[in-house]
C-alpha cells in the first residue's frame, strides 16, 4: 500500500502528475518550437550510461532528462495542481 502523506494525498498521485506534465511540456515545446527559437534550448542533466559486468550478469546504469523551458512550466503546473487538491 502507498504512504499516504499529510492531507491525504498520494506520492504516487504527485509522481504521476509530475510524469503527466512534463511529458506534455516538452510535447508542446517541441511544437511550438519551429515557430518559436528560445524554445528549441533543451539542457540535457543526467549520467551516461555505465555498465557493471559481473561475468554472469550484466547491468547498465543511466540516466538523462531533457528540460527546455515548457518542460519546466509543465512540471510547475503539475505541482500547483497536486497542492489544490
Do not use: H
Amino acid at each position: 500500500m502507498a504512504k499516504i502523506n499529510r492531507g491525504g494525498r498520494n506520492n504516487w498521485t504527485l509522481f504521476l502528475l509530475l510524469m503527466v506534465g512534463g511529458i506534455s511540456g516538452s510535447a508542446v515545446g517541441a511544437m511550438l518550437a519551429p515557430k518559436f527559437s528560445w524554445l528549441k534550448s533543451a539542457t540535457a542533466i543526467g549520467f551516461p550510461p555505465t555498465t557493471l559486468d559481473l561475468s554472469f550478469l550484466d547491468v547498465t546504469f543511466g540516466v538523462s532528462l531533457a528540460i527546455n523551458p515548457l518542460t519546466i512550466l509543465g512540471l510547475g503546473l503539475a505541482y500547483l495542481i497536486y497542492q489544490r487538491t
